[in-house]
């Protein structure tokens, strides 16, 4: 079984810095791409960022510019720089995991989630 941990979220003023954490727990071979999504109240989940694990990345357009992720293949974490950040910024964001091949026989396990981490964005 596979556990993903989220940290980091907190309230923060409009052009601050967060930092979010993501930590994979379990028998874990690989995690092929590792991402960060959210979801604001009335609105639909999102992707914000995403690595896969060569290492490449995909960003929201909103985000772009602002926002890094990256990743430790050795540790099962992945990370989410926020910079710059703006009042439609906040919302509760989620780690998702995909394609984590694990010591347990079977297929490798898709689309994987944490439980959340609030940040809100408020002067």
């Known amino acids: 079984q596979v556990q993903l941990v989220e940290s980091g979220g907190g309230l923060v003023q409009p052009g601050g810095s967060l930092r979010l954490s993501c930590a994979a727990f379990?028998?874990?071979?690989?995690?092929?791409?590792m991402g960060w999504y959210r979801q604001a109240p009335g609105k639909q989940r999102e992707l914000v960022a995403s690595i896969t694990i060569g290492g490449s990345t995909n960003y929201a357009d909103s985000v772009k510019g602002r926002f890094t992720i990256s990743r430790d293949n050795a540790k099962n974490e992945v990370y989410l720089q926020m910079d710059g950040l703006k009042p439609e910024d906040t919302a509760v964001y989620y780690c998702n995991a995909d394609h984590v091949a694990t010591a347990t026989p079977g297929p490798a396990l898709d689309d994987l989630w944490g439980q959340g981490t609030q940040v809100t964005v408020s002067s």
């Open positions: 379990g028998s874990i071979f690989s995690i092929y791409t």
